[in-house]
């Protein structure tokens, strides 16, 4: 699954959120990907961040707090 949403305050920049299995090798444990690209191109992000999937839940409270 991937969601590919608009960046604010940019002409053609998105955001790309999608979930990446064994993304460092066999046996490497699910992250949740989240890139940012300035010029629309949300398969090559200028920026990248995965997220352990175990720490998501926590990840996401923190984001509603500052909400």
């Given amino acids: 699954m ?3 949403i ?3 305050g940019t002409k053609k920049g998105v955001i790309s959120v999608s ?3 064994e993304p460092y090798g ?8 989240i890139g940012i690209s300035l010029v629309g191109n ?9 997220l352990p999937m175990d720490n ?3 990840v996401i409270k923190a984001l509603e ?3």
């Fill in 19 to 21: 979930k990446i299995d």
């Fill in 6 to 8: 608009a960046l604010s």
């Fill in 26 to 33: 066999k046996g490497s444990h699910s992250v949740a990907s």
């Fill in 42 to 50: 949300a398969d090559e992000p200028e920026w990248k961040v995965h």
């Fill in 65 to 67: 707090a500052i909400k």
């Fill in 56 to 58: 998501l839940e926590d």
């Fill in 2 to 4: 991937s969601t590919t």
